[in-house]
T-cell receptor, first 111, second 117 residues
Framework: SQKIEQNSEALNIQEGKTATLTCNYT??????LQWYRQDPGRGPVFLLLIRENEKEKRKERLKVTFDTTLKQSLFHITASQPADSATYLCALDTGGFKTIFGAGTRLFVKA | SAVISQKPSRDICQRGTSLTIQCQVD?????MFWYRQQPGQSLTLIAT?????????ESGFVIDKFPISRPNLTFSTLTVSNMSPEDSSIYLCSAGEPGTGGTHEQFFGPGTRLTVL
């Protein structure tokens, strides 16, 4: 079955730097991959979707790449700010509008 | 977009009892989902709730333990039955509209934090 691997260790970076988070999957390449942000005590909030035939997608300071050969997506936040501190979840399509979620990576941006 | 509310936000329950969690969406949606999330863990899909049909349960989850209702396009309930401490978790409701070309975005409620003693 499909498994998602996200770095369980928290990522600590300095304000203004680029944060890069990794999502690896183990099985078939999904039709699309999503990234969500989750703050403590809240439900996830959708950020970006990238399809299997897209290499890169951008939205403001966010950039997502999708490499179906490596079975990997990278999520970048440029010019990071303390307000970007949160847990970021990778989610994969499994068909029928259902998705499976990774455990997420916690990002801490220090001022 | 959709705004989702859940009730209760948290509860502490005794072993053997049942709790019903309500999920209200501010607009009509086709699909609603129920997830469970342990602290620091990924979201695990319990079931998909579609209006007018039985909920579809994922492997490891059964209707007798987690009965779900979906009486209309804006509301769903999840009941956690005959609770044990292993059911302690955060339960999240989400909603979305399928469709090719869309973002397949799911909108999530704030979650219900359940503790079973």
């Amino acid at each position: 079955s499909q498994k998602i691997e996200q770095n369980s260790e928290a990522l600590n970076i300095q304000e203004g730097k680029t944060a890069t988070l990794t999502c690896n999957y183990t099985n078939y390449s999904p039709a699309y991959l999503q990234w969500y942000r989750q703050d403590p005590g809240r439900g996830p909030v959708f950020l970006l979707l990238i399809r299997e035939n897209e290499k890169e997608k951008r939205k403001e300071r966010l950039k997502v790449t999708f490499d179906t050969t490596l079975k990997q997506s990278l999520f970048h936040i440029t010019a990071s700010q303390p307000a970007d501190s949160a847990t970021y979840l990778c989610a994969l399509d499994t068909g029928g509008f259902k998705t499976i979620f990774g455990a997420g990576t916690r990002l801490f941006v220090k001022a | 977009s959709a705004v989702i509310s859940q009730k209760p936000s948290r509860d502490i329950c005794q072993r053997g009892t049942s709790l019903t969690i309500q999920c209200q969406v501010d607009s009509q949606v086709t699909m609603m989902f129920w997830y469970r999330q342990q602290p620091g863990q990924s979201l695990t899909l319990i079931a998909t709730a579609n209006q007018g049909s039985e909920a579809t349960y994922e492997s490891g989850f059964v209707i007798d333990k987690f009965p779900i209702s979906r009486p209309n396009l804006t509301f769903s309930t999840l009941t956690v039955s005959n609770m044990s401490p292993e059911d302690s978790s955060i339960y999240l409701c989400s909603a979305g509209e399928p469709g090719t070309g869309g973002t397949h975005e799911q909108f999530f409620g704030p979650g219900t934090r359940l503790t079973v003693l």
